[in-house]
């Protein structure tokens, strides 16, 4: 019997500042509207389960059963718009749809309720910081108007921690009420612990993350931001590895691509392009030698097809190398080993073992696709996006983030967001249609 998601409903309630009293700019688009196919009231919530079996395993009243508070506008808000000051920030890594997403909170909060004093903050969380001297940008509709035809972020961007008291001492200088934080599960964590300090001091900001992660690996949301534009992108390379490898004798063509704990990228974009003969995702460690293990399989493979494309997860195959010293970057991740020249080397020098010839093209295209401009579906799933943070924040809410489950937009509490990664699943239908694309055995070893 399928196990149903081990959260109780208390761990989804998502913290409020204080009783709603005054009423919304948008009451009049509200109307009486009951939740519908398309629309879910905002006393309404939507389920965590959404199987038969799931819902069943619970042994739980229909309204006991755990779910997420819909996003959306409300019809009564906490802040009073013409005296709110509001604060943007990102962090962390470049990912497609940044600028959508501050140009969608900035037309939000002016055009719709009214808010006229958003301030941009400079290189991450640094800009609250006094002694990096980071100056902040006054964000107005006419700033942001064209911004999300670029890449990467109006406001720039930075790794690391810095002390949450500070930054809290910050926005109280600057009276702001509403900190939007765009970033990933370090940011986040940041921005819980700014929270938290609010809390403390008894002060009355909201804080509201939208999650950005190319990698799509924060969980309990659908899909994050940027990542159809990543594995479209991601699917070009496939593209034109194959057209490398086809095009000599045993020709193999390399692709790696992002993904450090998760191999979604790696999964969609070989789907979107089937023309990879292998792929290599965190979630399923590999063996290279041996009669099962990946070298033979592709040399084999070679033999008989002429070439092979094979494409990696920046973070599969790390128990392959052992004795190098480990090291972490500016927000503590642990620094990864290049398994692309390594495996470039293996393959190459098994090839000449055996006397089979080897032409070999090795793509990396992870720079390139993190700095590109969003596509039209991640232009859409932005904005939106934008719209449900601002309708949350505005109405209160703080200590959370907004997403995407079962396709319904939601609001979770960061501590949510932050409990463990996102990962392909090795026996969910995902990796079965990775499976039936590449014809690849279910693993190597």
């Known amino acids: 019997m399928e196990e149903p998601l081990t959260i109780e409903g208390a761990e989804l309630e998502v913290r409020t500042l204080g009783p709603c009293r005054i009423d919304s700019p948008l009451l009049p688009l509200l109307g009486e509207r009951p939740t519908t196919q398309h629309y879910i009231d905002e006393g309404d919530k939507v389920l965590l389960d959404d199987t038969l079996t799931m819902i069943s395993s619970r042994k739980v009243p229909l309204d006991e059963l755990p779910g997420f508070e819909p996003a959306g506008p409300r019809r009564k808000i906490y802040f009073d718009p013409s005296k709110t000051r509001v604060g943007i920030v990102t962090c962390g890594g470049l990912c497609p749809g940044l600028n959508n997403v501050i140009r969608g909170l900035v037309l939000e909060l002016t055009n719709h309720y009214g808010v006229n004093r958003i301030f941009g903050f400079r ?148 789907l979107a ?18 009669e099962r293990g990946l070298l033979t399989y592709l040399r084999h493979r070679v033999e008989k097809r002429g070439h092979a494309v094979v494409v990696v997860a920046e973070g599969a195959g790390q128990d392959l190398v052992t004795g190098l010293p480990e090291s972490s970057d500016a927000s503590g991740n642990r620094k990864l080993f290049d398994i692309g020249p390594e495996l470039s080397r293996r393959i190459t020098d098994h090839f000449a073992e055996h006397g089979t010839e080897l032409n070999l093209k090795y793509i990396d295209p992870s720079y390139h696709i993190r700095s590109v401009q969003a596509n039209p579906y991640d232009n859409v799933y932005t904005i939106r996006l934008a719209h449900a943070a601002v309708h949350a924040a505005m109405s209160g809410r703080t200590e959370m983030v907004v997403g995407r489950w079962r396709r319904r937009f939601i609001h979770m509490p960061i501590a949510l967001a932050v409990s463990h990664r996102n990962q392909v699943d090795p026996a969910g239908d995902l990796w079965m249609s990775v499976l039936e694309a590449t014809g690849q055995p279910y693993r190597f070893g």
């Open 123 to 270: 290189h991450g969380y640094q800009g609250f910081i006094a002694k990096y001297g980071h100056s902040v940008v006054d964000l107005t509709p006419e700033r942001v108007a064209h911004i999300d035809e670029d890449g990467g972020t109006i406001l720039g961007t930075s790794r690391g921690q810095q002390d949450p008291d500070e930054i809290v001492d910050c926005l109280s200088r600057m009276n702001i009420n509403i900190l939007f934080v765009i970033g990933g599960d370090g940011t986040l964590r940041g921005a819980r612990a700014i929270s938290r300090v609010v809390a403390e001091r008894g002060e009355k900001i909201a804080v509201v993350g939208i999650p950005k992660t190319i990698d799509n690996d924060i969980p309990y949301i659908d899909q994050s931001f940027g990542f159809q534009t990543a594995f479209a992108k991601a699917a070009e390379s496939i593209r034109a590895a194959s057209a490398e490898a086809t095009s000599a004798p045993g020709g193999v063509g390399i692709v790696r691509l992002m993904g450090r704990h998760s191999g979604f990228i790696a999964c969609y974009a070989t």
């Open 273 to 290: 392009k089937s023309d990879a003969d292998v792929v290599l995702i965190p979630e399923l460690p590999f063996t290279l030698e041996g």
